[in-house]
């Protein structure tokens, strides 16, 4: 199942990707403000990159587990990724560049809220850290506020609050 936002008023319209072929152009339109628009199915082009850079790139890409949004009254039930890198968790309002937003409606979920670290150990096992970015409201680990420039390492099952909105992390399996 594959998920694209309305170009007009952002709404998720989700589609199963195998029932079509690659290059088939689709039409949608969206429930929300009946607004009409096309994609196209295929593969983006690349230039060539060296072998080293192939692997780089796919361990990058790779999951390494994930973040559920708990539905509250202000967003619905949401898995997003993390990857490789620095994962900015943020409230998604258009035009903002942030790799991991949430839909919601929060208004104490700062834009740019806070970031979830995933970096691999000397063994190849991937570790998470979490920092605030200096939001309004703050980042909780397990109902503890962390402090101005303070990183907390976070394991599997661990809840991070920010705002009203609770994230449970889900490490790589």
């Not at 790139?57 to 009254?73: F, S």
Request: some cysteine.
């Amino acid at each position: 199942m594959k998920r694209i936002r309305c170009p007009k008023c952002d709404n998720y319209i989700i589609f199963d990707e195998t029932k079509y072929q690659l290059g088939q152009t689709l039409v949608f339109k969206c429930d929300n403000c009946n607004k009409e628009f096309s994609i196209r199915l295929g593969k983006v082009k690349l230039a060539a990159k060296t072998a080293k850079e192939e692997t780089f790139e796919e361990e990058k890409q790779a999951e390494y587990g994930y973040v559920t949004v708990v539905e509250n009254v202000f967003c619905h039930h949401q898995e997003l990724p993390l990857f490789l890198g620095d994962n900015e968790i943020g409230r998604y309002n258009r035009g903002t560049e942030i790799t991991t937003p949430i839909q919601t409606a929060d208004p104490s979920v700062d834009r740019h809220h806070c970031i979830i670290n995933v970096k691999l150990n000397k063994q190849g096992n991937p570790v998470y850290t979490v920092r605030d970015t200096d939001s309004a409201t703050g980042t909780f680990v397990m109902d503890e506020i962390l402090g101005k420039k303070e990183q907390r390492r976070v394991e599997d099952g661990e809840v991070i609050t920010i705002g009203a909105t609770t994230l449970i992390v889900h490490t790589k399996s």
